[in-house]
């Protein structure tokens, strides 16, 4: 490998510098996560900090990469062409963070999709040969040495691994997408709206991320010359760990009223019954588990599979003194994805 100051010691330098600004990015959403949903399960947030940990892990190694070139061997150029050991760990530590992630969602689609194993196995199947590679081409840099070396004997390891992450987001994105999309025409107006915003969500969170990956495999492949693609590697599991936490704080907007239900209103007319307006109620809700938690579950785990419009003149808010008015209530059975049964949820609209 000839040297290039601007395109190997530079894109380190600058791939550095993005890569801690990410993490700091990282570290604001993590500290947010906690103060917004304490009442998340032990195992999301020991996951949560799980990330944080390899994140936090990443950034010093990728530090240490930068001390040994630019410090222990300052005016060496013929180093660049070595591997020092601290980046095949922080490419393992990458595939560990992007692994996890994309168990997450897999993990939703698999509740979303109503347990399809038919559709979460192949992507959990290139998800893992993803880690399996990764794996491999670390090993493969701590026992060759050089960058010349490496890319000429087993760099297909290193390619693939970038191919199988970019596809599995590809097809993460896609699943979601569709099975969102599927989801909203059986809602009422108030969670289409909600839904609209989580299909946002997850098509810019898996565009970045595929985006930053497919262009790291491009320069590996066709500039091999340099370390641009180093540098776009060091960002990778910074955009994974960001894209996980951003994931779970993007509930926070979605739940802004009493247990979790959206203000949005319900559709205003059925069949031939008068049109309404007003601001939905809560009547009931009474989880399996015991606990009034309806906030803190994600609507994406939420499917509607069937809404019965009736009329009520008894339905009463809850904490409110008695009023004689046209109120209308809607019953509607909802399958909530950590569970196997049914739970029903009454709400109306007040029409003032």
């Not at 998340?40 to 530090?63: A, M, Q, R, Y």
């Amino acid at each position: 490998m000839t040297p290039d100051i601007a395109e190997t010691y530079g894109a380190l330098l600058l791939g550095a510098l993005f890569a801690a600004g990410l993490s700091g990015i990282l570290l604001v959403q993590v500290v947010v996560y906690f103060k917004l949903y304490p009442d998340d399960p032990s195992g999301l947030k020991f996951w949560v900090l799980v990330s944080w940990l390899f994140d936090l892990l990443h950034t010093g190694f990728i530090w240490a990469t930068l001390w040994g070139y630019f410090v222990k061997h300052f005016g060496v150029s013929d180093q660049i062409a070595f591997i020092p050991i601290e980046i095949p760990i922080t490419v393992i530590l990458t595939a560990i963070s992007t692994f996890l992630v994309h168990c997450f969602f897999v993990h939703r689609i698999f509740l979303l999709s109503n347990r399809n194993q038919y559709i979460t196995t192949p992507i959990f199947i290139m998800v893992f040969a993803r880690l399996f590679f990764a794996s491999v081409s670390s090993t493969e840099m701590i026992r060759l040495h050089t960058f010349n070396a490496f890319a000429t004997r087993v760099g297909f390891t290193f390619t693939s691994g970038l191919a199988l992450s970019s596809g599995a987001d590809i097809l993460i994105t896609m699943s979601l997408f569709v099975l969102l999309r599927q989801s909203r025409s059986d809602t009422s107006r108030g969670l289409q709206e909600v839904i609209d915003s989580l299909i946002l969500y997850t098509l810019e969170i898996g565009s970045l991320t595929a985006a930053v990956t497919i262009a790291t495999m491009i320069c590996w492949l066709y500039m091999n010359n340099n370390l641009i693609f180093l540098g776009l590697h060091f960002v990778i599991e910074k955009l994974y760990a960001n894209s996980f936490l951003a994931t779970l704080n993007s509930r926070h907007p979605l739940r802004q009223v009493p247990s979790g239900f959206t203000t949005s209103e319900l559709p205003s007319s059925t069949n031939n019954q008068k049109r309404e307006s007003g601001r939905l109620l809560l009547n009931q809700y009474r989880p399996r588990s015991g606990r009034n938690q309806l906030g803190s579950l994600d609507w994406e785990f939420f499917k509607t599979i069937d809404t019965e419009v009736g009329s009520s003149n008894q339905y009463m808010p809850p904490h409110s003194a008695p009023r004689e008015a046209s109120l209308r209530h809607v019953s509607t059975k909802v399958h909530r994805g950590t569970q196997h049964d049914w739970e029903t949820i009454t709400i109306g609209t007040d029409s003032n």
